[in-house]
């Protein structure tokens, strides 16, 4: 680490001092900001492996429906069943922000009522119509998995950066100036020696 060159004054002294209160500062609102952002972190986690568990649940719940109706239909009856129609519903992302960190909520209204199926001459049946409302349900609980990830990875990204940044102050910045300050006031002391040094012998003349 190489000292700043720096002339040893009184007054480049005190813009040292200021220089370091003010990265100071700026290490604790940093050092502040990933406790919150971690904290933030921590409860976005927490949402997502409850969504994510309910999610789980609603899938092996899917599945068991999709025996019933291979079982009901078999293979090939079920690949010709009637298609799903598109899921009506309106999703809305409902923007909040942590410390300048924009997060999307996924907020889903209130679902209007399907197309009926188009039946194209095969026979439903109540196994069949059971796994298609199973596997509707996932949409939606995937979607907000989707708005969740996307949440965490702009914290994870913004902690990195906001971490890096308190580190260069803590690790590099603020040892520096600590060492230039050291060098100015130590340089300061040796020019306020040497002036007295000088004063004596003018003093003794003067008697």
């Known amino acids: 680490m190489t000292e700043r060159a720096i002339v040893p004054t009184h007054s480049a002294f005190l813009e040292l001092k200021e220089e370091r209160s003010g990265m100071r500062e700026g290490y604790r609102f940093l050092d502040e900001k990933r406790l919150i952002l971690a904290a933030e972190i921590l409860a976005e986690l927490g949402r997502y492996e409850r969504e994510m568990a309910a999610f789980g649940n609603d899938y092996r719940e899917a599945t068991e429906a999709l025996q019933g109706a291979v079982a009901r239909h078999g293979l090939e009856g079920l690949a010709v069943y009637p298609p799903t129609p598109p899921l009506e519903t309106d999703w809305q992302l409902n923007p909040r922000r942590v410390l300048g960190v924009t997060l999307l909520d996924l907020v889903e209204t209130e679902p209007r009522a399907p197309s009926p199926a188009v039946a194209l001459g095969v026979a439903t049946s109540p196994e069949a119509e059971a796994c298609r409302k199973a596997f ?39 040892p520096e100036i600590d060492d230039t300050l050291r060098a100015v006031e130590s340089a300061l002391e040796e020019l306020e020696r040497e002036e007295v040094v000088r004063a004596r012998p003018q003093v003794g003349r003067h008697r």
């Open 136 to 174: 509707e349900a996932l949409i939606p609980r995937a979607a907000r998995l989707a708005a969740m990830v996307a949440n965490l990875q702009r914290l994870r990204a913004d902690y990195a950066r906001t971490a890096r940044r308190a580190r260069a102050l803590e690790d590099v910045l603020l």
